[in-house]
């Protein structure tokens, strides 16, 4: 049997370690390993790309392939090179990552190719083990989105749900770069909330159900846009910035303003902001007093009127256990239009 471990960035003896310990507590075994001198009779592809190193798996001869190089392949890639390995030798093929996307785990799958990933998950169809505990304990675990991932699910909320959206095209569109438009599909293929197909080299991403089963199937992995507050004196209007927190709240709903008015900032706008005034922090009482909100997410990204959308504003301040907020958070989401 011929295990194949691509390696990122950890050196591969900690990988060979991960892996151990891993077959240890998954299946109740124990793997040593040891050094494996065939690779000079490889193809300089395979020898230059991996590190080999010989093991035992319940009871069958094993050789650890270790990639060195830290960038990702595709599995297309991965089932040729698997291909190119059978040929030099009889053993049974298993490609080992420390880490997959959901998309390339599917995909791996597809092109038949068994894989292990060292504490996530193990497919070795040769030996009846299709072990995925830990993807199941991080859904169980509902770790939020990050920032890129919760503005795509935005747009497509105050878009169409049913749109195709292609990386290439959403990162200049949303501001974030193709590779993290990349991630964000991974964390939303990952979460359930949609699915990820290949038209030609690009990856297409939809969304799965109506804007409103979007929206409540997201409800765990969302969080408030919001990274800090903080009062300070008026100044004069900053670039970006736009109504937000109870403001706006009396904007979308029959609740009375507040005495002081609240600006959102992206991180961005607000360095800016610092850069050109100087910042004092006063208390909420202060007649001059305004609330400043700083988002993960640039907040005009989606606003209206110079108002936050509506969808923000509710992550913003669903934590607000005041009764009088709830209730206008509540008259806000029945008026808005799915």
């Keep these: 049997m011929l295990l194949c471990i691509m390696r990122e960035v950890s050196p591969v003896r900690s990988e060979i370690h991960e892996l151990e310990r891993y077959l240890h ?10 050094p494996w001198s065939g690779a000079d009779r490889l193809p300089h592809v395979l020898k230059e790309r991996y590190r080999f190193a010989q093991a035992e798996l319940l009871g069958l001869h094993a050789l650890l392939v270790i990639d060195s190089n ?3 392949q595709s599995p297309a890639t991965v089932r040729k090179h698997m291909d190119m390995l059978q040929t030099k030798q009889p053993a049974d093929l298993i ?9 390339n785990r599917k995909r791996l799958i597809e092109q038949k190719v068994p894989f292990i990933v060292p504490g996530n998950q193990m497919y070795l169809p040769m030996l009846a083990i299709d072990l995925r505990e830990h993807f199941r304990r991080i859904r169980e675990e509902v770790p939020s989105f990050s920032p890129s991932t919760q503005v795509v699910v935005l747009y497509v909320l105050h878009r169409d749900a049913g749109q195709v959206l292609i990386p290439t095209e959403m990162a200049p569109l949303l501001g974030y770069s193709t590779m993290t438009m990349t991630r964000a599909f991974d964390e939303l293929e990952t979460a359930g ?21 979007i929206w409540d199937k997201a409800q765990p992995f969302l969080r408030s846009p919001v990274n800090k507050r903080l009062m300070i004196r008026r100044a004069e209007d900053a670039e970006g910035a736009t109504l937000a927190g109870l403001t706006a709240l009396a904007h979308y709903s029959m609740l009375a303003a507040p005495a002081y008015t609240t600006h959102a900032l992206s991180r961005e706008n607000w360095i800016a902001y610092r850069k050109r005034h100087k910042i004092i922090e006063v208390p909420p009482q202060d007649p001059d007093a305004g609330e400043i909100e700083v988002w993960w997410y640039p907040p005009a990204l989606f606003a209206e009127h110079g ?32």
């Excluded at 507590?25 to 040593?32: F, N, T």
């Excluded at 490609?95 to 998309?103: F, K, L, N, S």
């Design 25 to 34: 507590e998954a299946l109740g075994i124990a793997v040593k390993t040891k």
């Design 70 to 72: 830290p960038d990702d």
């Design 95 to 103: 490609y080992v990552r420390t880490q997959v996307t959901a998309y």
């Design 193 to 213: 909330l949609a699915e990820v197909t290949v038209r030609g080299r690009e990856r297409c991403l939809r969304f799965n159900g109506s804007r409103k089963e």
């Design 307 to 338: 108002i936050v959308d509506q969808l923000s504003l509710f992550l913003s301040l669903k934590a607000d256990h005041d009764e009088r907020t709830e209730t206008a958070l509540e008259e806000m989401m029945e008026k808005f239009k799915w």
